[in-house]
Nanobody
C-alpha cells in the first residue's frame, strides 16, 4: 500500500516557478510509473508528465514541454515537478499518481493547489 503526499503548491505570478514534490511511503516505488495530473475548475483531470521509476524515462504533454521538468530521487522515494514559465492556464489542483507497470495497483495523492495570477 503506497501513500502519496504532494507539496510545493502555491500562488505565483505569470512567468514564475514552483517545484512540486510527491513523497511516497508505505511500499517501494520499484516497478511504478509516477505521473503528475492536474484538474482545473470545471474541467477533467488530465495528465501533465510522468516518469518511469526504474529507468527514468519521461513524458510530457505538449503544453508543458520546455517549461516543466519531472525528476525522481529514488533514495527519498520522491518525484518532483519543476515548473517554470508558469501561465494562468497552468492554474489547477495538481495530483500525483503512482501506477504499477506490472499489476493493477494505482494510487493517488490528495492534490496541491497551483494558482498563477497577476
Amino acid at each position: 500500500q503506497l501513500t502519496l503526499v504532494e507539496s510545493g503548491g502555491g500562488s505565483v505570478q505569470p512567468g514564475g516557478s514552483l517545484r512540486l514534490a510527491c513523497a511516497a511511503s508505505g511500499s517501494t516505488l520499484d516497478g511504478y510509473a509516477v505521473g503528475w495530473f492536474r484538474q482545473a475548475p470545471g474541467k477533467d483531470r488530465r495528465g501533465v508528465s510522468c516518469i518511469t521509476i526504474n529507468d527514468g524515462r519521461t513524458h510530457y504533454v505538449d503544453s508543458v514541454k520546455g517549461r516543466f521538468t519531472i525528476s525522481r530521487d529514488n533514495a527519498k522515494m520522491t518525484v518532483y515537478l519543476q515548473m517554470t514559465g508558469l501561465e494562468p492556464d497552468d492554474t489547477a489542483v495538481y495530483y500525483c499518481n503512482a501506477k504499477s507497470t506490472f499489476s493493477s495497483y494505482n494510487y493517488w495523492g490528495q492534490g496541491t493547489q497551483v494558482t498563477v495570477s497577476s
